[in-house]
């Protein structure tokens, strides 16, 4: 799944809420497409206290807090099912460890100041 955002980090997701969210986004073309429009209600429909507790904030008029793990879930394309199915465990342990937004930078130049240079 690509980010569209960078530097934030969101509490992390319960075990099971992560189970189900990978279930549901290996499988299910209905789930994908709410993931991809509303993070947020996606994530109540699979049982994520935060995302539900915010969804009944904005019916009752409440803005919506300005970072959620919803908001750190946005996405501009979801990967293929299969590869979400190939490498399950890895997402899992990212989304029950907390979800990071710095990329890494694999398409930097290897200058001479960089720590990957070969000496």
Do not use: W
């Not at 919803?70 to 501009?76: D, I």
């Amino acid at each position: 799944m690509a980010t569209k955002k960078t530097g934030a980090r969101s509490a992390p997701l319960d075990p099971k809420v992560a189970d189900k969210l990978l279930d549901l986004l290996s499988t299910d073309n209905a789930f994908r497409r709410l993931f991809k429009k509303d993070p947020q209600a996606a994530l109540a429909q699979v049982g994520h206290p935060e995302a539900k507790a915010v969804l009944a904030g904005l019916k009752k008029g409440m803005a919506a807090p300005a970072r959620t793990t919803a908001s750190c879930c946005q996405v501009a394309s979801i990967a293929p099912k299969a590869t979400i199915v190939r490498t399950r465990e890895e997402l899992k342990t990212m989304l029950t460890s907390g979800l990071m937004y710095t990329p890494p930078q694999l398409d930097a130049a290897i200058g001479a100041n960089s720590p990957l240079r070969r000496k």
